[in-house]
């Protein structure tokens, strides 16, 4: 849960009118159900929505509308632009991983 760490404290050190999704997806065997409480609570900002996808519809959505030839997305960061349509399949501005590795970027693009 390094990324989630590293997610919460990037979201709480760049003011900003921003929004932050994360989509919490079982990838590995020990991902049983949802994240607890705790690990959520990394994340405890107005401006983050979080949601469990038990069935990676996200990620095989993204697979899909993007072409890729991965099994699963997972642990990326994507930055979209204000007014971004989801209807439209949109490409992100940016896309970076494992989140802990992309933290001052993010913040840098955020700002």
């Known amino acids: 849960m390094r990324g989630a760490s590293a997610l919460g404290k990037a ?7 921003y929004r932050v999704i994360v989509v919490w997806e079982p990838v590995l065997a020990t991902d049983l159900g949802p994240p607890t409480a705790a690990v959520r609570r990394t994340l405890d900002d107005p401006r983050v929505r979080q949601f469990w996808d038990p069935d990676r ?3 095989s959505a993204m697979i899909r509308a993007w072409h890729l030839e991965d099994d699963v997305v ?9 007014g971004t349509r989801w209807s439209a399949r949109p490409r992100p501005a940016w896309s970076d991983g494992p989140v802990v590795r ?5 913040k840098r693009r955020l700002r």
Not at 11 to 17: A, F, K, M, R, S
Not at 74 to 82: I, K, R
């Open 11 to 17: 979201v709480g050190e760049t003011p900003g009118h």
């Open 57 to 59: 519809a996200v990620s």
């Open 74 to 82: 997972w642990d990326v960061v994507q930055v979209h632009p204000p």
């Open 102 to 106: 992309t933290v001052r970027e993010l």
